[in-house]
């Protein structure tokens, strides 16, 4: 049986990333290894996020959120608090696509529970969702 340990994200700036995850999402730093190469590890719950400072990484170049393309999913107890905790760190859903701070959001839809999209600094896709 396997469990879920960590995601692995990489970044193009640790000094954008990291204040990112760990102020949007109220991520904290946990101890990594002195491995050869920057990033930071992040408790988020019994799971972790990795983030990996990899310049020559695969990173995405449109600024349009595309919640069909690779993305990763935070779950939520208080999905509009979550909204409302975006949306006073300055992200809004009036915002067309393209601009930093865009949240596509949908309250309801074929999912069945709430959904929301964002961009990280680096362009990758994050979700939060109010799922079951």
């Known amino acids: ?37 920057g990033g930071a590890w992040l408790a988020c719950g019994s799971l972790q996020v990795h983030l990996v400072v990899h310049p020559e990484g695969t990173f995405r170049k449109n600024p349009h ?5 690779w993305h ?5 107890d208080d999905f509009e608090g979550a909204v409302a905790r975006l949306t006073a ?3 809004s859903e009036d915002l067309p696509q393209g601009e930093p701070k865009c949240l596509l959001v949908f309250r309801s839809g074929m999912a069945g529970f709430p959904q929301l999209y964002l961009h990280d600094p680096d362009l990758n896709v994050v979700e939060i969702n109010g799922a079951p």
Request: aromatic share 14%; hydrophobic share 45%.
């Open 1 to 37: 049986m396997l469990a879920l340990h960590h995601v692995s994200i990489v970044t193009a700036d640790l000094g954008k990333s990291l204040p990112f995850y760990r102020e949007v999402f109220g991520l904290t730093e946990i101890p990594r290894p002195n491995f050869p190469v």
């Open 65 to 69: 959120i595309d919640r069909n393309d």
């Open 72 to 76: 990763f999913a935070f779950r939520t």
């Open 89 to 91: 760190l300055g992200f």
